[in-house]
């Protein structure tokens, strides 16, 4: 089982509170340092420091961290180009000598573009299928050949696919939760399928959806990860659970019921079940960035103890 951590910088953090949350999980061996990918705050509380640009973000995160990787859950198909988007992940792709990650989506956060300007379409599935065709065409191209795409939403001609990334492929996490168009996303394109924050009893049909849709395009299921986000809270007696569950506004039984919470006993508990439903991956979301000793009690007391 991998474990992830997954932190919501829109919520208030500086690229230094990032940085150091990452450099901490990469000491402490953690599979993965992931963000999402949004521009405003949600919720009341201090807009400040304000947002920070999530490829931006990775691209520091690159060049100071050695060993964890990076990625987005998930970027926005609403926010960049599909050709400027494929150029910033390889960049950063090269930037990080091949620990990038890319998961992309359709964007469901109105406001936020409204706030920036940006267009945001009612229908916006057909956007991420080009999106997803157009970055992995893009990488896949050849070098010294050309690649062209004349879609419903972008038009492209005789790009030469530059630059290229350090990895081939670069993985592409697909998620959602729909029932009939993801998972055929997911088959097509994926190297893991990510279920963000669903009900736990969801989780197992919604594999067995994913992995049917690759049996249909002739896709081995085996070759997906199959991964889940919580909210994670864990403390080493009750004291602390209700402290960090305080601290991000939340309530210790509703985080059990809903996220991984609890003693590391509880949470590893809660990983096990994961692991018996096809779960190989769990992204924990870490909501107060400040709390670094979080995940130093995650790492020894949760991580250390998995199989």
């Known amino acids: 089982m991998d474990l992830r951590i997954f932190t919501e910088p829109q919520q208030g953090a500086s690229y230094d509170d990032q940085l150091a949350m990452a450099q901490r999980a990469d000491e402490l061996g953690f599979d993965a340092f992931f963000r999402s990918d949004h521009y405003l705050r949600m919720g009341d509380g201090d807009p400040l420091p304000g947002p920070t640009d999530s490829w931006t973000t990775l691209a520091g995160l690159a060049r100071e961290t050695s060993r964890i990787r990076l990625g987005t859950l998930v970027s926005s198909a609403t926010f960049r180009h599909p050709g400027i988007l494929a150029v910033q992940v390889a960049q950063v792709d090269q930037m990080s000598r091949g620990r990038v990650e ?3 989506g359709t964007g469901w956060f109105a406001e936020e573009h409204s706030m920036l300007g940006v267009p945001f379409p009612e229908k916006r599935f057909g956007m991420l299928e080009e999106q997803l065709e ?5 990488w896949s191209t050849p070098v010294g050949e050309r690649y062209s795409f004349d879609g419903k939403h972008y038009q492209l001609s005789d790009n030469p696919g530059l630059p290229k990334p350090a990895q081939s492929p670069v993985p592409i996490v697909v998620g959602g939760n729909g029932p009939r168009r993801t998972p055929r996303l997911a088959a097509r394109f994926g190297s893991e399928y990510n279920q963000s924050f669903p009900e736990k009893d969801t989780i197992a049909p919604q594999i067995a959806r994913v992995r049917d849709a690759c ?3 002739g896709r081995n299921p085996d070759d997906l990860t199959y991964s889940v986000a919580f909210v994670a809270c864990v403390g080493s007696d009750e004291a602390e659970v ?14 059990r019921e809903h ?10 508990d809660g990983i096990g079940a994961l692991a018996e439903i096809g779960v190989s991956r769990v992204y924990l979301q870490c909501l107060d960035i400040s709390d670094l000793e979080h995940l130093d009690l995650i790492a020894s007391e949760v991580m250390a103890k998995l199989d």
């Open 102 to 104: 890319l998961g992309l």
């Open 134 to 138: 157009i970055v992995t065409g893009l």
């Open 215 to 217: 049996e249909e395009t």
């Open 242 to 255: 209700q402290r960090r569950a305080d601290a991000i506004g939340r309530e210790p039984a509703e985080l």
């Open 259 to 268: 996220g991984l919470a609890g003693s590391p006993a509880e949470v590893l």
